[in-house]
């Protein structure tokens, strides 16, 4: 059985994202995994309810819990942090113990200086671990990679290793 992988990350959001999760789910079909994203677990609204969101937020939940591992794009989203959905989609696989593999993460820049850079201005203490996110966020991860294609390869890796896959 194909190892199958939850594409979590803002991308549902952008007005390309059926052709950015097609690319996707082609670069882990090539490696032997099925991509599945947010979308192929129903539809998704811009607004509605807090019924509808609920609704969302489960079928977006079940469809972690039926895969092996998340693959999570992290850029910086609406702010310093990565998408805080995101985040809490990654958090939900890793209390799960499904890796969880990232991309869009750059080591260059620290949540720190892109903090310090202005986009917030709270006055609250600022964590300083050198880390490109919030240290929940960043220390959580199996492991972290600027590109999609090699955070695929990563995970491919992983499977290829015989890690234990969803039945």
Known sequence: MQPRIYLAGPTCFLHNSRELYNDLKERCLALGMVGLSPCDAGSAPAAGTIAEARAIRDQNLELIL???AVLADLRPFRGPSANCGTVYECGYAS????PVVAY???QD???????LAGVTQDHAAI??????DNLMT???????????EEAINALASL?????PQHE
């Open 138 to 148: 960043a220390a959580g991860l199996y492991s972290a990679h600027e590109a999609p």
């Open 95 to 98: 209390a799960l113990s499904k």
């Open 66 to 68: 039926s895969c092996d």
């Open 109 to 115: 820049i620290t949540y720190r200086d892109k903090v």
């Open 127 to 132: 964590e300083d671990f050198a880390l490109f």
């Open 104 to 106: 869009h993460v750059w």
């Open 159 to 163: 499977f290829r290793e015989n890690l």
